[in-house]
């Protein structure tokens, strides 16, 4: 099992960045970020298994960077240039173990407003 503990959520207004952490508690094999937006399904944000492998939705692309630091088996999401559209709770994701399992965080709320 893996527990993983989000951080770095919260008002910002537009223009403006934030950087979301994700710890996880043991080594994983991927780890990325969706969001849900209030009345919408939830959506990939962006996600990581090596530097010279992410993937990154087309909707952010350019304005969010994701990054991980296998020390500290964790992921980061830099966002810049944030826009209202935004707004969503970012749930961090980890896929780990030889039978690949997914764990999810508990949701970090971003809100873009002014």
């Known amino acids: 099992q893996v527990q993983l503990v989000e951080s770095g959520g919260g008002l910002v207004q537009p223009g403006g960045s934030l950087r979301l952490s994700c710890a996880a508690s043991?080594?994983?094999?991927?780890m990325g970020w969706y969001r849900q937006a209030p009345g919408k399904q939830r959506e990939m944000v962006a996600t990581?298994?090596?530097?010279?492998?992410?993937n990154v939705a087309d909707s952010v692309k350019g304005r969010f960077t994701i990054s991980r630091d296998n020390g500290k088996n964790t992921v980061y999401l830099q966002m810049n240039s944030l826009k209202p559209e935004d707004t969503a709770v970012y749930y961090c994701?980890?896929?780990?173990?030889?039978?690949?399992?997914?764990?999810w965080g508990q949701g970090t709320q971003v809100t873009i407003s002014s």
């Open positions: 990581i298994i090596s530097s010279d492998n992410t």
């Open positions: 994701y980890a896929d780990y173990g030889i039978i690949l399992r997914r764990a």
């Open positions: 043991r080594s994983t094999f991927s």
